[in-house]
């Protein structure tokens, strides 16, 4: 079965363009999240949504980042403009509640990691 | 002070040998304790919960302090296989589904 699936793997693009960064999560699960991962910071959440609905997003940066899911099935985190600062890879998570959901785990509590994508802003 | 901290190492060891990681938490309100394995430019997977009790997995144990607010990870008989970030995971309880990740403590196991 599927795990979370992120696209693109990776994108270089130049300061000031608009990024698109797109993740499914595991069928069934309810909760959804963005993570940036840089050596400096570590891993940080930025957003996390239920239900398709944002519930915290107080760890987005400022106002360039945005988030989206329009269904239970697929988000997107847009940045623009973009800035070389934004480097950095973005990971997006899903969880279920009561062991639901494709996942392989018993353990509702644990977070599936996509791939992630490496984002190289110039 | 940071909510979750971890030595960021790195633990360089060789094989066979015994290793431990602990990692200290802020918040004495934390209800939830993991610890996550991430390989280079990979993603972050959970290798194990964390229990009041402690909790052991083949050559893995976990263990938690409540009144030192810290966890630790016991890895016995390492393996090259091991190398790795070990990443200490801490939820809050009220029912926060928020978690937090400490920055990670880099393993690497020798020949």
């Known amino acids: 079965d599927a795990g979370v699936i992120q696209s693109p793997r990776h994108e270089v693009t130049e300061m000031g363009q608009e990024v698109t960064l797109r993740c499914k999560p595991i069928?069934?699960?309810?909760?959804l999240f963005w993570y940036r991962q840089t050596m400096m910071r570590g891993l940080e959440l930025l957003i996390y949504?239920?239900?398709?609905?944002?519930?915290?997003d107080s760890g987005m940066p400022e106002d360039r980042f945005s988030a989206k899911m329009p269904n239970a099935s697929f988000s997107t985190l847009k940045i623009q403009p973009s800035e070389p600062r934004d480097s950095a890879v973005y990971f997006c998570?899903?969880?279920?509640?009561?062991?639901?959901?494709?996942?392989?785990?018993?353990?509702?509590?644990?977070?599936?990691f996509g791939p992630g994508t490496r984002l190289t802003v110039l | 002070r940071k909510e979750v901290e971890q030595d960021p190492g790195p633990f360089n060891v060789p094989e066979g040998a015994t290793v431990a990681f602990n990692c200290t938490y802020s918040?004495?309100?934390?209800?939830?304790f993991f610890w996550y394995r991430q390989d280079c430019r990979k993603e972050p997977k959970l290798l194990m919960s964390?229990?009041?009790s402690g909790n052991e997995d083949g050559r893995f144990t976990a263990q938690l302090n409540r009144a030192s607010q810290y966890i630790s990870l016991l890895i016995r008989d390492s393996k090259l296989s091991d190398s790795a970030t070990y990443l200490c995971?801490?939820?809050?309880?009220?029912?926060?589904?928020?978690?937090?990740f400490g920055r990670g403590t880099s393993l690497i196991v020798h020949p």
């Open positions: 998570a899903s969880r279920g509640t009561s062991g639901s959901g494709v996942g392989g785990s018993s353990s509702y509590n644990e977070q599936f």
């Open positions: 995971v801490v939820k809050r309880g009220g029912g926060s589904y928020i978690p937090t």
């Open positions: 069928s069934g699960h309810d909760y």
């Open positions: 949504f239920n239900n398709n609905v944002p519930i915290d």
């Open positions: 918040n004495s309100a934390s209800q939830s």
């Open positions: 964390v229990y009041s």
